[in-house]
């Protein structure tokens, strides 16, 4: 039983860290980035080439890609989506060409991925050691994931609930239309907290590329999990996003041991599409 | 930890080798002359969810093969002619429709001499009625099914590579057997598979032969292929005091399983797992010595054609072959190129000559036995570094079993 | 041009695609067949899509359903009456589904129909593993490329036939009223939620039947083949580009973004993706409107 429900936090760690990227880029900054998960992608193969060709510790990789992460989403911002958003007349017509934009996006990392990478599984062994937790024998690369999330979201939160610069990030969230008017450049606010989602993704993808396999074409596969955590936690919260991340974690871990690995996707759908009927803006959502 | 060094080289070599390819394709393309070349299309997945599997066992002996021929001055025709393969290469983006249409536009928009096939069981079954019906011979290489027979009947050019669910798991049972009377192992087995069409194939077919054999399958679950954590299936597979652990799964599943069960330090006596134990990248993700871990497929390391064959593929391509379905792939092409020249481009005797005749090809003289390869190495295992066939072990070649499994 | 030019002009040119088999090659049916596959499954998107704005993803729910109900029955019953037992399951499907879920709204919603496409993938799953022990199925049925093409093009004329007479109906201006503004369409006494139930359940049957029609011509299928998610998303994206809230929009989407692909797949294979993506991007900021709305817009110019 604590077996089960500490592998569980342990799988829901990495649903939650690849989460809390897109519900900053989605919740603040109001594009729907159907490329995020190809930014994790492009990050998992940063880290395989740091690791396998100049011999650079994943754990220290972070330090080169979360920044790149972060500058290669600002540069997205400044290039592609600002000009969306300043001629966008509403919010919805925003929604719709954020679609397309990040639709091309997607492919086009994808397509520089396969022509450099091929379209071959990579995978490399690093941190793949046991750890003991409380009685439980969880890999290290995994457990790192979790801390990882627990510890991004906890300053995460701290900043945005208890700083001037978070408490403009909640505004511009809960209100795009009438924060200007308390002197916040709402593009300027949009811009950072885009990028900070992508740096977010980029720590997502060199702790994940330690132990899951990955393609060049994979990343969709990431940014569907990580919308069904968005939406499950409520868009625009990072609290939100951890605990619909641990808790899907925990679903997954328990229905693969006590009914059956085959239903483990299933069980996570059907608990998420019943969340959304007893509450439709998700777990702390506070409205479409 | 161990590095994995082999597979960078390999990316800068590759840019290299698709920046020239692309050239290559555009000069070709450019000088294009029907009666000056052999036209030979394929469509396989370059994107989308299968391109994995594409890009290890299908697109770079099609490479390498062409290759070849060309160095060598081009396919021989009967009366001793050459002429230089020209290549029409389509993506399926992984997609059925994709495929399907791909090949209705290689018969009969581009008209070209010969086609090869997708990557993928279904894939492959997808386009089989329409190479039946424009009479191009249809090599079936990476496919594994039990009706092949059934096949060929249906579509009389259809030719199958890979044998099917059955002939690798009734291989395993009898290794099994062996061992247990041995006293090696006890009479319990865990099974887990991928939920697709490879994975429910191959333990349906595994479900009698080990019943048959006296096994009990004490955990016996499917789970879905987009399945990344493998620690609760493993544990509770240990739980049952099965001695043998056996997983029929792709290349994400293989490697995630191989580290999980290295984190929980679980040593059963007979690990075989699916698709990916026979990457030569293997032992690298694992980081560490992977012996007798068994899956599919195999070679026989002293066989001195097979070894230069993955020399040439190591040159050519920029990395190693795998060690299952590659040189079933490879044995294929030439076989087809070995039928050409004896009789020709005209597609209904080439289809007869792949059906009735001997080839010298990498697996050594090899005849197909209604329109199906049987001279397959069903079962491998890692020994000393290098992953070596142990079924059938009747054959010539064969390693004897190497039970049980070290550990990690 | 008076409508009843109109009308002839579109029954000519109707003709010319209906006899198409008769003097192209299998390649250009095969082609034909793609495009009108997608043209149906756009148009019957933006039938609910369109005027509700209630952008769905379960698109692959229904047209894998429809593929699905193919291959398990075409060898126990008549081909025709399969495809009826097709509408009548994704019928009911999207009845159920609807009843649940269309209180839902914005990207709530989007998402919500991703999941519900997955869930009934790993369902589907999950029964042929444990209980039929067969994942792939078989469909042996005698249609060729062309015959499929015939029951697309016939689909797709119904189609547009529908969308055109409930854009003239009460229940057409029921629901544009909703995606304009839902809490004036109701005050005014439209029955909001029925409008919406009852296009929701025709434009998935709809998609039901192109999955069911098309599914012959793979004859091997299996969830990862028929429940692939990118089908939902080409065809929201080809209605989007179109302009889903006018009848011809879809298919002035589906039609371009289809030879698109097909021409980038021929020419570039190797570097499809990327291409690809550069040309969306640069759609996306010439054409903000979709494509339709830019030629109003030049027409508009021009005048």
């Known amino acids: 039983m604590l077996e089960h429900l500490i592998n569980g936090l342990v799988l829901g760690g990495t649903y939650a860290l690849i989460a809390m990227g897109l519900t900053l880029q989605y919740g603040i900054a109001r594009i729907m980035n159907l490329a995020f998960g190809d930014t994790i992608i492009v990050a998992c193969f940063g880290t395989f080439v740091l690791f396998s060709g100049y011999q650079l510790s994943p754990l220290l990789a972070l330090f080169v890609l979360v920044p790149a992460g972060f500058a290669l989403s600002y540069a997205i911002f400044f290039f592609i989506m600002q000009p969306l958003v300043e001629r966008a007349p509403h919010t919805a017509a925003l929604e719709v060409d954020s679609i397309l934009v990040t639709f091309g996006l997607l492919f086009v990392i994808q397509g520089i991925l396969l022509v450099v990478f091929g379209g071959a599984y990579t995978s490399y062994s690093f941190l793949n050691t046991p750890v003991d937790l409380l009685g439980t024998t969880v890999a290290a690369n995994r457990l790192s994931a979790l801390v990882l999330a627990l510890v991004l979201g906890a300053i995460l939160i701290f900043v945005l609930f208890r700083t001037r610069w978070g408490m403009m990030l909640r505004a511009v969230a809960l209100a795009p239309e009438s924060a200007p008017l308390y002197g916040i450049d709402v593009t300027r606010v949009a811009r950072y907290a885009f990028s900070i989602g992508g740096a977010l993704a980029a720590s997502g993808g060199v702790v994940i590329s330690m132990y899951q396999t990955f393609t060049a074409t994979a990343g969709v596969v990431f940014t569907m999990k990580a919308l069904i955590v968005v939406i499950l936690g409520g868009k625009g919260s990072v609290f939100g996003a951890l605990v619909a991340g641990l808790i899907l974690g925990v679903v997954e871990t328990f229905v693969a041991a006590y009914i059956d690995p085959g239903l483990t996707l299933a069980a996570t759908y059907t608990v998420f599409l019943g969340i959304l009927l007893i509450r439709p803006t998700g777990l702390f959502g506070k409205g479409g | ?408 | 041009m008076s409508s009843k030019l109109k009308f002839g002009l579109i029954v000519c040119v109707w003709l010319v695609f209906a006899a198409a088999p008769f003097y192209l090659s299998d390649y250009g049916t095969g082609l034909l067949l793609g495009m009108s596959g997608y043209a149906t499954l756009a148009t019957a998107w933006a039938l609910f899509s369109g005027p509700t704005r209630y952008v769905s993803l379960a698109t692959v729910a229904f047209f894998g359903t429809g593929a699905y109900t193919v291959a398990v029955l075409s060898e126990v019953m008549p081909y025709p009456l399969v495809l009826l037992v097709a509408a009548a399951i994704g019928c009911a499907l999207a009845a159920v589904v609807g009843l649940s879920t269309l209180r839902l709204a914005g990207v709530y919603f989007v998402i919500f129909t991703f999941g519900l496409a997955e869930l009934v993938r790993q369902t589907v799953t999950w029964w042929e593993v444990n209980i039929t022990h067969t994942l792939g199925r078989y469909i042996f049925l005698p249609l060729e490329g062309r015959h499929i093409y015939w029951q697309l093009l016939a689909l797709l004329t119904l189609t547009l036939i529908i969308s055109w007479l409930i854009g003239r109906s009460r229940l057409g201006l029921a629901l544009k009223a909703v995606g304009d503004d839902e809490s004036v369409a109701a005050h005014v006494g439209i029955d909001v939620t029925r409008a919406k139930l009852l296009l929701f359940m025709l434009s998935a049957t709809i998609i039901t039947l192109v999955g069911a029609i098309q599914a012959p011509r793979w004859t091997y299928i299996e969830p990862s083949i028929v429940f692939n998610p990118t089908l939902s998303f080409l065809t929201l994206i080809m209605a989007l580009l179109g302009g889903p809230g006018r009848l011809w929009g879809p298919m002035v989407g589906a039609i371009p973004l289809f030879l698109l692909f097909e021409w980038l797949s021929a020419n570039f294979p190797n570097h499809f993706s990327i291409i690809l993506g550069l040309l969306f991007i640069m759609i996306v900021f010439v054409m903000p409107n979709g494509v339709l709305a830019k030629f109003d817009d030049l027409r508009r110019g021009s005048n």
């Open chain 2, 1 to 408: 930890m161990q590095k994995n060094n082999h597979k960078v080289s390999g990316f800068v070599r590759r840019l290299g080798g698709v920046i020239s390819a692309v050239a290559i394709a555009v000069s070709a393309t450019a000088a294009f002359a029907a009666e000056d070349t052999i036209t030979i299309g394929y469509a396989v997945s370059k994107s989308g969810p299968y391109a994995g599997g594409a890009d290890m066992t299908v697109t770079p002996n099609y490479q390498l093969w062409v290759h070849e021929i060309n160095e060598a001055g081009g396919l021989k025709l009967p009366g001793g002619r050459q002429l230089p393969i020209e290549v029409v290469e389509y993506d399926d983006r992984s997609s059925a429709e994709e495929v399907v249409r791909a090949v209705e536009r290689l018969a009969t928009q581009d008209k070209v001499d010969f086609i090869l096939p997708p990557w993928g069981t279904g894939f492959n079954l997808a386009v089989a009625p329409l190479m039946a019906k424009f009479g191009y011979p249809h090599l079936a290489g990476a496919a594994v099914t039990d009706r092949a027979s059934d096949f060929v009947k249906r579509w009389d050019t259809s030719f199958w590579f890979m044998g099917g669910g059955r002939d690798y798991t009734s291989a395993l049972s009898e290794i099994l057997l062996k061992a247990r009377e041995e006293g090696k192992i006890n009479d319990k087995v865990a099974m887990i598979s991928v939920a697709d069409g490879f994975g429910i194939d191959l333990a349906k077919a595994a479900r009698p032969d080990l019943e048959a054999a006296g096994f009990e399958i004490a955990y016996d679950k499917a789970f879905p292929p987009a399945t990344s954590d493998f620690a609760t299936m493993l544990n509770e597979a240990e739980a049952t005091g099965a001695d043998s652990f056996i997983a029929f799964t792709y290349p994400p599943h293989t490697f995630g399983l191989t580290k999980q069960a290295k984190v929980a330090n679980y040593n059963p006596p007979v690990l075989y797992l699916g698709v990916g134990a026979g990457f030569p990248v293997y032992p690298g993700i694992a980081g560490g010595p992977v012996d007798g871990v068994m899956s599919l497929g195999g070679v026989d390391p002293n066989s001195e054609l097979n070894v230069a064959y993955r020399a040439r593929h190591e040159a050519v391509v920029g990395r190693a072959p795998d060690y299952w379905g590659s040189v079933l792939i490879y044995a294929s092409l030439e076989m087809l190129a070995q039928s050409i020249e004896r009789v020709g481009l005209d597609r209904a005797a080439v289809t007869a000559e792949l059906s009735g005749g001997s080839f010298e090809t990498v697996l050594g003289t090899t005849k197909l036995e209604n329109n199906q390869l049987r001279n397959i190495w069903w079962t491998g295992q890692w020994q000393d570094g290098q992953f070596v066939a142990v079924a059938p072990t009747d054959r010539k070649g064969a390693a004897t079993p190497m039970l049980p499994k070290a550990d990690w």
